[in-house]
C-alpha cells in the first residue's frame, strides 16, 4: 500500500535564509509525487509535481523539490523564506501502477520570522 | 470566475440532522472528489467521480452518499450527522481519472455539529 510522511510537524525558519520542507514516500511502482500549500480557510493550491524526467522539479512561487529515488524522498526546498511562505505543506503520492487514490501526507506548517 | 466553489461555506447543525453540501466546477475536468480534514489538518480521500462514475468509495459510513448529476457537479450528502462528522468538507477536480493532474480544491465547508 502506498504510504508517505512528513517527519516535521513544524519547520521554523528565518526570512532570507533556505528552507526544506521534508517528505519521504513508500510506493509501488514509480511514484506520482506532489506538494500542496494551504493558507488559513482556505483550499489546498498545487506548487510541483514529479511524474518522471529531472530530479529537479520547480513549481510556483520559488519553490522548488528534489526527486531521489534511494532515499525514497521528494523534500521541497526554497533557497530564500519569504514570510508570506509561513502555512501548511502537504506532501502527496499517487502510485504509477493501477488505482487512483492519492495519498496526502499529514502536513507540516512552517513558519517564516521576519 | 471561482474554479471550485463550494456551498455552503459554514454549516452548524444539531446531532441527528441530515444535511447536504454542494460543489461546482467550472474548469472542465473529468474527475471530482470529496476530502475530509479533521481537527489536526490530517487530509483523507472519501470519494472520487470520474465524468460522473464512482470510482473511489473509501471506507466512509453509508450516511455519507455522493451523487454527481453531472461532470461539473458533485454533492454531498449526509445523514443522522454525528459529532464525528465535525470537520472541513474539500471538493476537488482533476483533470485525467488516474489522478496524475494536479488537482484543484475549493476553499472547503466547515461542518460543526452541535
Known amino acids: 500500500a502506498q504510504s508517505v510522511a512528513q517527519p516535521e510537524d513544524q519547520v521554523n525558519v528565518a526570512e532570507g535564509n533556505p528552507l526544506t520542507v521534508k517528505c519521504t514516500y513508500s510506493?509501488?511502482?514509480?511514484?506520482?509525487l506532489f506538494w500542496y500549500v494551504q493558507y488559513p480557510n482556505r483550499g489546498l493550491q498545487f506548487l510541483l509535481k514529479?511524474?518522471?524526467?529531472?530530479?529537479l522539479v520547480k513549481g510556483s512561487y520559488g519553490f522548488e523539490a528534489e526527486f531521489n529515488e534511494s532515499q525514497t524522498s521528494f523534500h521541497l526546498k526554497k533557497p530564500s523564506a519569504l514570510v508570506s511562505d509561513s502555512a501548511l505543506y502537504f506532501c502527496?503520492?499517487?502510485?504509477?501502477?493501477?488505482?487512483?487514490?492519492?495519498?496526502f501526507g499529514a502536513g507540516t506548517r512552517l513558519f517564516v520570522k521576519a | 470566475d471561482t474554479a471550485v466553489s463550494q456551498t455552503p461555506k459554514y454549516l452548524v447543525t444539531q446531532m441527528g440532522n441530515d444535511k447536504s453540501i454542494k460543489c461546482e466546477q467550472n474548469?472542465?475536468?473529468?474527475?471530482m472528489y470529496w476530502y475530509k480534514q479533521d481537527s489536526k489538518k490530517f487530509l483523507k480521500i472519501m470519494f472520487s467521480?470520474?465524468?460522473?462514475?464512482?470510482?473511489i468509495n473509501e471506507t466512509v459510513p453509508n450516511r455519507f452518499s455522493p451523487k454527481s448529476p453531472d461532470k461539473a457537479h458533485l454533492n454531498l450528502h449526509i445523514n443522522s450527522l454525528e459529532l464525528g462528522d465535525s470537520a472541513v468538507y474539500f471538493c476537488?477536480?482533476?483533470?485525467?481519472?488516474?489522478?496524475?493532474?494536479?488537482?484543484?480544491f475549493g476553499d472547503g465547508t466547515r461542518l460543526s455539529i452541535l
Open positions: 476537488a477536480s482533476s483533470q485525467d481519472s488516474p489522478g496524475i493532474q494536479p488537482q484543484h
Open positions: 510506493v509501488s511502482g514509480n511514484p506520482y
Open positions: 514529479y511524474i518522471t524526467g529531472d530530479n
Open positions: 502527496a503520492v499517487r502510485e504509477g501502477t493501477g488505482g487512483f487514490k492519492t495519498i
Open positions: 474548469l472542465g475536468h473529468d474527475t
Open positions: 467521480y470520474n465524468n460522473k462514475e464512482l470510482i
